[in-house]
């Protein structure tokens, strides 16, 4: 079945530091891809996604990029802040199917 | 406009009592899931609801749980029984069922805890 794989955490960076969480997937056809991002004591919110090969999502200076290749969709930022601080979740989605999360990065950004 | 809306955002229960849960969805949405999320932990899939689909149920983690939807907007999920290792915030979401891109919408969850 569809699945994905997210870098273990907790992943610590200094603030204006460069940011990657890896993510990979399997999956049959061609599905959606997201990143979500869930703040301390919030809800998951959407934060970016891509709807077929080599599309680029965007937001809040973070960006992925979805490559069927190596079936990847990568979040990277160029500088992060304190404010970054949260855990990160990517997902994939198939037409009529069930999404599908990773398990989730948490990520600590020090001033 | 609204979003997705949970109620209780919190519960307490006792061990042995049922507890219910309810989710109003963003109007519209015709895809409905629920999810659990431990203390720390990921998201576990419970069950989704798709139109008139029958719902997808293989996350349910035992027959103490269920969950309906009625009239294919507002959901209900029902723990009876409940047991300590319930307790876990749980998490409804709804989306615009397109061609796999409609992203999930969250609501803010229920934080469940079995004393």
């Known amino acids: 079945g569809d699945s994905v794989t997210q870098m273990e955490g907790p992943v610590t960076l200094s603030e204006e530091a460069f940011l990657t969480i890896n993510c990979t997937y399997t999956?049959?056809?061609?599905?959606?891809l997201f990143w979500y991002v869930q703040y301390p004591g919030e809800g998951l919110q959407l934060l970016l996604k891509?709807?077929?090969?080599?599309d680029k999502g965007s937001n809040k200076g973070f960006e992925a990029t979805y490559r069927k290749e190596t079936t990847s969709f990568h979040l990277e930022k160029g500088s992060v802040q304190v404010s970054d601080s949260a855990v990160y979740f990517c997902?994939?989605?198939?037409?009529?199917?069930?999404?599908?999360f990773g398990p989730g990065t948490r990520l600590s950004v020090l001033p | 406009g609204a979003g997705v809306s949970q109620s209780p955002s919190n519960k307490v229960t006792e061990k042995g009592k049922d507890v219910e849960l309810r989710c109003d969805p963003i109007?519209?949405?015709?895809?409905l899931y629920w999810y659990r999320q431990s203390l720390g932990q990921g998201l576990e899939f419970l069950i989704y609801?798709?139109?008139?689909?029958?719902?997808?149920k293989s996350g349910l983690p035992s027959d103490r749980f269920s969950a309906e939807r009625t009239g294919g907007s507002v959901s209900t999920l029902t723990i009876q029984r409940t047991q300590q290792e319930d307790s876990a915030v749980y998490l409804c979401?709804?989306?615009?069922?397109?061609?796999?891109?409609?992203?999930?919408?969250f609501g803010n969850g229920t934080r469940l805890t079995v004393t």
């Open positions: 979401a709804s989306s615009l069922e397109g061609q796999g891109q409609a992203p999930l919408h």
């Open positions: 999956a049959t056809g061609y599905p959606s």
């Open positions: 891509a709807t077929k090969a080599d």
């Open positions: 997902a994939l989605n198939r037409y009529g199917q069930n999404f599908v």
């Open positions: 109007s519209g949405h015709t895809a």
């Open positions: 609801f798709q139109g008139n689909s029958a719902p997808d």
